[in-house]
C-alpha cells in the first residue's frame, strides 16, 4: 500500500512547540524528516525531568527504532552538528544508529556566519534580528549555485571548492567595510573556527549520506509512514511571510516538496501547530504585540526566551487573521495548541478576531504588513484561574477553557485536535481523533 507523506509545522513567527509534538507523534511514524531550516531551529523536547534542545537532527531521534532523516532542503552547520552528536551520546542516544542525511543538503560554512554578522552590523536599526547561524548567507550561495553540499565534502576536490568560497565571501565582508577581524564565530576567530569546522567533517562522514529523495520514495512505495518536519513558522516563509523580516526558506507545507523530492500529491495530513498567544523573536511586525503587565506574564510563564539565541521574546494574544492566512496557506488538516497553561492565571483573555487598518476592518493579513498601522480588534472571554496540570482528558478540562478553545474552532473553521498542556511529552490532550 502507497503512503502518504504527513507534515507538522508552526503557524506563527516559530517556537510553537513543535519538537514536542513530533516526539509524541513518533511512535506512529517510521520516518521523522526535516525538510527546511537550520540550526536556526530550536526545537524543545522534555520528558523524564530533563529538557533536550535540538537544532538540525529531527525530534524523533529519542526513538532509536525509528530513522530520522535530515533532508536535502535543511543546511548542516557541521561544528553544531556535532556539538548536538556530543550532546545526544552523554544522554546515551547514538545518533548513527537511526540518523540519515542528504547528499543534496547544503553546508553552512564559517565565512556565511561572518557574513551574518556583517550584514546584520551594516543594516543598523533596519536589521532583521538573524539568529547569526548562516542562514541567509548559505540560502543566498545555494539559489546563487555557489553552495556546497553535503555530498562534497567526499570530493577530492573539497578543499579547493571551500577556499574558492571563502575567497568570494571575504570580497563581500571587505566589500561592506569590513575585515575578517571584525567579527568573531561563538568567541573564535575565522582561523580558529575553521580547524573545528574541518574536525567536524569528519563526524558528518560516519553518518549515512543518501540520496534522500529515492529513500523518502521507495519508502512512502513500500507503505511506510513518514513524517515531514518543519523549523520556524509559517509568518516566517520566504515568500508568505512578513517580508523582508523572514527566514531565508519556505516554512509551509510547499516546502515538504522541494525540501524532501516528493510531489504535491503525496501529500496527507498537515498537523499545524499553535500556540494560544503569539510570541516573536528579533525585529519585524506583530500586531498583537503587549507591553504591559499581560506581555511580562506570558514572558516568565511561558519561559519565551529562544532556545536557539536565548533572547526574550515578544509576547501577545493570539492573532486569527494571521492564524487563518497559515492554515489557508498549508492546507492544515489538524491544529494542534500549544501552551494553554500558560493562561491558567489570567483573569481575561483576548483573542485579536481581526484587523483596523486605515478605518477599514479586514480578516486578511495586508501585504504591507511592515508598514501599515494595524489596530487589532479583540473579543474578550473569562479565564479560567485554575491549575490544569495532571488533565488527561478534554471533558475534564475547566469550562472557561472549553468555551475558549470552542470560539477558536469555530471562527478557524478548524476542529483542535490536540492540546499541550505543559511542556512534557506525557501532558497531551487529544481532543480529536488524528
Same mark, same amino acid.
Given at each position: 500500500?502507497?503512503?502518504?507523506?504527513?507534515?507538522?509545522?508552526? &503557524?506563527?513567527?516559530?517556537? #510553537?512547540?513543535?519538537?514536542?509534538?513530533?516526539?509524541?507523534?513518533?511512535?506512529?511514524?517510521?520516518?521523522?524528516?526535516?525538510?527546511?531550516?537550520?540550526? /536556526?531551529?530550536?526545537?524543545?523536547?522534555?520528558?523524564?525531568?530533563?529538557?533536550?534542545?535540538?537544532?538540525?537532527?529531527?525530534?524523533?531521534?529519542?526513538?532509536?527504532? %525509528?530513522? /530520522?532523516?535530515?533532508? @536535502?532542503?535543511?543546511?548542516?552547520?557541521?561544528?553544531?552538528?556535532? %556539538? #548536538?552528536?556530543?550532546?545526544?551520546? =552523554?544522554?546515551?542516544?547514538?545518533?548513527?544508529? /537511526?540518523? &540519515?542525511?542528504?547528499?543534496?543538503?547544503?553546508?553552512?560554512?564559517?565565512?556565511?556566519? &561572518? *557574513?551574518?554578522?556583517?550584514?546584520?552590523?551594516?543594516?543598523?536599526?533596519?536589521?532583521?534580528?538573524?539568529?547569526?547561524?548562516?542562514?541567509?548567507?548559505?540560502?543566498?550561495?545555494?539559489?546563487?549555485?555557489?553552495?556546497?553540499? $553535503?555530498?562534497?565534502?567526499?570530493?577530492?576536490?573539497?578543499?579547493?571548492?571551500?577556499?574558492?568560497?571563502?575567497?568570494?565571501?571575504? !570580497?563581500?565582508?571587505?566589500?561592506?567595510?569590513?575585515?575578517?577581524?571584525?567579527?568573531?564565530?561563538?568567541?573564535?576567530?575565522?582561523? #580558529?573556527?575553521?580547524?573545528?569546522?574541518? #574536525?567536524?567533517?569528519?563526524?558528518?562522514?560516519?553518518?549515512?549520506?543518501?540520496?534522500?529523495?529515492?529513500?523518502?520514495?521507495?519508502?512512502? @512505495?513500500?507503505? %511506510?509512514?513518514?513524517?515531514?518536519?518543519?523549523?520556524?513558522?509559517?509568518?516566517?516563509?520566504?515568500?508568505?511571510?512578513?517580508?523582508?523580516?523572514?527566514?531565508?526558506?519556505?516554512?509551509?507545507?510547499?516546502?515538504?516538496?522541494?525540501?524532501?523530492?516528493?510531489?504535491?500529491?503525496?501529500?496527507?495530513?498537515?498537523?499545524?501547530?499553535?500556540?494560544?498567544?503569539?510570541?516573536?523573536?528579533? =525585529?519585524?511586525?506583530?500586531?498583537?504585540?503587549?507591553?504591559?503587565?499581560?506581555?511580562?506574564?506570558?514572558?516568565?510563564?511561558? !519561559?519565551?526566551?529562544?532556545?536557539?539565541?536565548?533572547?526574550?521574546? !515578544?509576547?501577545?494574544?493570539?492573532?486569527?487573521?494571521?492564524?487563518?492566512?497559515?492554515?489557508?496557506?498549508?492546507?492544515?488538516?489538524?491544529?494542534?495548541?500549544?501552551? $494553554?497553561?500558560?493562561? @491558567?492565571?489570567?483573569?481575561?483573555?483576548?483573542?485579536?478576531?481581526?484587523?483596523?487598518?486605515?478605518?477599514?476592518?479586514?480578516?486578511?493579513?495586508?501585504?504591507? *504588513?511592515?508598514?501599515?498601522?494595524?489596530?487589532?480588534?479583540?473579543?474578550?472571554? !473569562?479565564?479560567?484561574?485554575?491549575?490544569?496540570?495532571?488533565?488527561?482528558?478534554?471533558?475534564?478540562?475547566?469550562?472557561?477553557?472549553?468555551?475558549?478553545?470552542?470560539? &477558536?474552532?469555530?471562527?478557524?473553521?478548524?476542529?483542535?485536535?490536540?492540546?499541550?498542556?505543559?511542556?512534557?511529552?506525557?501532558?497531551?490532550?487529544?481532543?480529536?481523533?488524528?
Amino acid at each position: 500500500m502507497i503512503s502518504k507523506i504527513d507534515v507538522l509545522l508552526g &503557524l506563527q513567527w516559530g517556537d #510553537e512547540g513543535k519538537g514536542k509534538i513530533v516526539d509524541v507523534l513518533t511512535p506512529d511514524y517510521d520516518i521523522i524528516a526535516r525538510f527546511q531550516g537550520g540550526p /536556526n531551529a530550536g526545537h524543545t523536547l522534555e520528558f523524564d525531568g530533563i529538557k533536550h534542545i535540538l537544532h538540525i537532527i529531527p525530534s524523533g531521534i529519542f526513538h532509536k527504532e %525509528k530513522k /530520522n532523516l535530515i533532508g @536535502n532542503g535543511v543546511l548542516v552547520e557541521p561544528v553544531i552538528f556535532k %556539538k #548536538e552528536i556530543e550532546s545526544l551520546l =552523554s544522554k546515551g542516544v547514538d545518533a548513527k544508529l /537511526n540518523l &540519515l542525511i542528504s547528499n543534496k543538503a547544503h553546508l553552512i560554512l564559517p565565512t556565511h556566519r &561572518l *557574513i551574518d554578522a556583517a550584514n546584520e552590523t551594516f543594516k543598523g536599526s533596519a536589521k532583521i534580528g538573524s539568529t547569526l547561524k548562516g542562514i541567509g548567507p548559505a540560502y543566498t550561495d545555494k539559489v546563487a549555485r555557489l553552495a556546497m553540499r $553535503i555530498g562534497d565534502i567526499m570530493s577530492a576536490d573539497c578543499l579547493q571548492m571551500y577556499n574558492k568560497l571563502k575567497e568570494s565571501h571575504i !570580497r563581500y565582508i571587505n566589500s561592506l567595510g569590513f575585515t575578517l577581524n571584525s567579527f568573531q564565530i561563538d568567541g573564535f576567530s575565522l582561523e #580558529e573556527y575553521e580547524r573545528l569546522w574541518f #574536525e567536524a567533517l569528519n563526524t558528518l562522514k560516519q553518518f549515512s549520506i543518501i540520496d534522500s529523495e529515492y529513500y523518502i520514495n521507495d519508502a512512502l @512505495n513500500s507503505g %511506510k509512514r513518514v513524517l515531514a518536519e518543519g523549523a520556524q513558522g509559517s509568518m516566517l516563509d520566504i515568500d508568505f511571510g512578513s517580508y523582508p523580516f523572514v527566514t531565508s526558506s519556505n516554512t509551509v507545507t510547499a516546502g515538504v516538496c522541494t525540501g524532501l523530492g516528493v510531489a504535491p500529491a503525496r501529500i496527507g495530513n498537515v498537523y499545524g501547530i499553535c500556540k494560544a498567544y503569539c510570541t516573536r523573536v528579533g =525585529s519585524g511586525p506583530f500586531p498583537t504585540e503587549l507591553f504591559d503587565k499581560d506581555g511580562e506574564v506570558l514572558r516568565e510563564k511561558g !519561559r519565551e526566551y529562544g532556545s536557539t539565541t536565548g533572547r526574550p521574546r !515578544r509576547c501577545g494574544w493570539i492573532d486569527l487573521p494571521a492564524l487563518r492566512y497559515a492554515c489557508m496557506l498549508n492546507g492544515v488538516t489538524h491544529l494542534v495548541i500549544m501552551k $494553554i497553561d500558560v493562561l @491558567n492565571d489570567f483573569d481575561e483573555i483576548k483573542v485579536c478576531d481581526r484587523y483596523e487598518i486605515n478605518g477599514q476592518d479586514t480578516e486578511r493579513v495586508p501585504y504591507d *504588513i511592515v508598514t501599515s498601522q494595524i489596530h487589532p480588534v479583540y473579543s474578550s472571554y !473569562r479565564g479560567w484561574k485554575q491549575d490544569i496540570s495532571g488533565i488527561c482528558h478534554y471533558e475534564q478540562l475547566p469550562q472557561a477553557m472549553k468555551q475558549y478553545i470552542d470560539s &477558536l474552532e469555530s471562527k478557524l473553521g478548524i476542529k483542535i485536535a490536540v492540546i499541550s498542556t505543559s511542556p512534557d511529552r506525557k501532558d497531551t490532550i487529544y481532543k480529536d481523533i488524528i
